[in-house]
Nanobody, 123 residues
Framework: QVQLVESGGGLVQTGGSLRLSCAAS????????MGWFRQVPGKEREFVAS????????YDTDSVKGRFTISRDNAKNTVYLQMNSLKPEDTAVYFC????????????????WGQGTQVTVSS
């Protein structure tokens, strides 16, 4: 049974940092693309960042460029999202997801999803 479990969310002040982790179990995802999305109530789930199977290629949305960094550890079957210089508009539930396709930002391409972790940035 495949499971993705996010952790590391919480409450932080503007300008602060958080590091999200997503541990996968049930099978190896070392050849899969791993990604992070976020969602606020009443809005569509939006793409944040993704990383290819080897970690050599990453892609992130414009609003987080220079502030967020995605990485992965295939030995641990885990993907990370380092979030720096956080802003109130980064407040959302953050989800990790995996896809066997070399997809980058289309949520419909992702196969498995975690349950999400809340990130709240206070002003």
């Amino acid at each position: 049974q495949v499971q993705l479990v996010e952790s590391g969310g919480g409450l932080v002040q503007t300008g602060g940092s958080l590091r999200l982790s997503c541990a996968a179990s049930g099978r190896s995802f070392s050849s899969w693309t791993m990604g992070w999305f976020r969602q606020v109530p009443g809005k569509e789930r939006e793409f944040v960042a993704s990383v290819n199977w080897s970690g050599s290629m990453t892609y992130d949305t414009d609003s987080v460029k220079g502030r967020f960094t995605i990485s992965r550890d295939n030995a641990k079957n885990t993907v990370y999202l380092q979030m720096n210089s956080l802003k109130p508009e980064d407040t959302a539930v953050y989800f990790c997801a995996v896809t066997p396709r070399p997809a980058w930002k289309l949520k419909d391409d992702y196969t498995y999803w975690g349950q999400g972790t809340q990130v709240t940035v206070s002003s």
